[in-house]
């Protein structure tokens, strides 16, 4: 979950803005170079199984919570617009 204290965002968001402010329309794919160097690198400062697989779990989670705050209700929209399923 990404809520942690505000102190803890304060260190980290100038970063954050440099990387959004240089790239507003920023293609996938350097997402996706970006996500990768910051995983590897927590990995490889402690490369063991545990520590990977602890990794792989705040990738879900990420996910999860993206699809769970931004995507839901785009789904919920559809459906209000569109209608639900028959079977649902």
């Known amino acids: 979950m990404p809520y942690v ?19 507003p329309n920023m293609a996938l794919g350097t997402l996706n170079y970006i996500i990768s160097r910051l995983i590897w690198s927590a990995f490889n400062g402690t490369p063991t199984y545990d520590h990977g697989n602890n990794l792989r779990g705040v990738l879900k989670c990420v996910s ?25």
């Open 5 to 23: 204290k505000q102190k803890v965002r304060d260190e980290y968001e100038k970063f954050i803005e440099v990387i959004i402010s240089s790239a």
């Open 64 to 88: 999860d919570e993206f699809y769970r705050r931004k995507m839901v209700p785009l789904e919920q929209d559809a459906i209000d617009r569109n209608g639900d399923l028959p079977e649902a």
